[in-house]
């Protein structure tokens, strides 16, 4: 059984995280695969959704708390973590956006990239926690991917309590965009990809661009940024070209 399942389906790219018997509970290399994956997705695809495969989303890393034989030095441990830094960075970076859908469980690194992908969608009976110290982990692995998302007192509650939050709790943190009941959830789904694909091709990854960078910029810089690449991408031919 493949670890990750992959569905092209026009331009949107289907990719299912497909170890239900353990939660979706990934190993490094499953990490890695899903980085490759969302790295070459622009070659095909305008948007990514992310799902979990059974009844989780993905309860963190699996052998999580384990330790080496023979401690490595700090920048072996560095370069160990890469693997996961990498995947957040990969969601990040790519130029089209992905939809994360959490049906259940998202713990740990499942935590942690549905807050990293750009929209998260949330069952009602889904759930959120960082229970990494529980497992004597420093979380700055999941915290990064917290940083431009969830407010400080919220990073701090779900870190230090490890506590399950409700959907509702995780939309107020900023991880979900919206909550939705469970039997709603694929068609909610639909409806969003639908919405989104109205655009051109050319807008969804520009937007995707300014809501990436733009947060980050002082104010005047921001405004002057929006207001140049709204003149570029308004004025491309491809703008006035009909999907399809």
Same mark, same amino acid.
């Given at each position: 059984?493949?670890?990750?399942?992959?569905?092209?389906?026009?331009?949107?790219?289907?990719?299912?995280?497909?170890?239900?018997?353990?939660?979706?509970?990934?190993?490094?290399? /499953?990490?890695?695969?899903?980085?490759?994956?969302?790295?070459?997705?622009?070659?095909?695809?305008?948007?990514?959704?992310?799902?979990?495969?059974?009844?989780?989303?993905?309860?963190?890393?699996?052998?999580?708390?384990?330790?080496?034989?023979?401690?490595? #030095?700090?920048?072996?441990?560095?370069?160990?973590?890469?693997?996961?830094?990498?995947?957040?960075?990969? /969601?990040?970076?790519?130029?089209?956006?992905?939809?994360?859908?959490?049906?259940?469980?998202?713990?740990?690194?499942?935590?942690?990239?549905?807050?990293?992908?750009?929209?998260?969608?949330?069952?009602?009976?889904?759930?959120?926690?960082?229970?990494?110290?529980?497992?004597?982990?420093?979380?700055? /692995?999941?915290?990064?991917?917290?940083?431009?998302?969830?407010?400080?007192?919220?990073?701090?509650?779900?870190?230090?309590? /490890?506590?399950?939050?409700?959907?509702?709790?995780?939309?107020?943190?900023?991880?979900?965009?919206?909550?939705?009941?469970?039997?709603?959830?694929?068609?909610?789904?639909?409806?969003?990809?639908?919405?989104?694909?109205?655009?051109? #091709?050319?807008?969804?990854?520009?937007?995707?661009?300014?809501?990436?960078?733009?947060?980050?910029?002082?104010?005047?810089?921001?405004?002057?940024?929006?207001?140049?690449?709204?003149?570029?991408?308004?004025?491309?031919?491809?703008?006035?070209?009909?999907?399809?």
């Amino acid at each position: 059984m493949p670890d990750i399942l992959t569905k092209q389906d026009g331009p949107v790219l289907h990719i299912t995280i497909n170890q239900p018997e353990r939660g979706n509970a990934v190993t490094d290399d /499953m990490v890695r695969e899903l980085s490759r994956l969302i790295a070459e997705a622009p070659k095909t695809s305008d948007i990514v959704v992310l799902r979990g495969a059974g009844k989780d989303f993905c309860v963190g890393r699996a052998g999580m708390g384990a330790r080496p034989e023979v401690e490595p #030095t700090a920048f072996a441990r560095r370069n160990f973590s890469d693997v996961v830094f990498d995947a957040y960075g990969a /969601m990040r970076n790519c130029p089209i956006p992905i939809v994360a859908v959490v049906q259940g469980g998202a713990h740990g690194f499942g935590c942690a990239i549905a807050a990293a992908c750009d929209i998260t969608l949330a069952s009602d009976k889904a759930s959120f926690s960082v229970p990494e110290m529980a497992h004597q982990i420093m979380p700055t /692995m999941v915290m990064s991917s917290f940083v431009d998302r969830v407010p400080r007192k919220a990073m701090a509650y779900l870190v230090y309590s /490890m506590f399950e939050v409700s959907p509702e709790r995780a939309l107020s943190y900023g991880i979900v965009s919206d909550v939705v009941p469970s039997a709603q959830l694929e068609a909610t789904v639909s409806k969003l990809i639908a919405a989104m694909l109205k655009a051109p #091709t050319i807008s969804i990854r520009a937007a995707k661009e300014y809501i990436r960078t733009g947060p980050d910029m002082p104010v005047a810089g921001a405004i002057e940024y929006a207001r140049n690449l709204h003149a570029t991408i308004n004025s491309a031919a491809e703008i006035r070209k009909p999907r399809g």
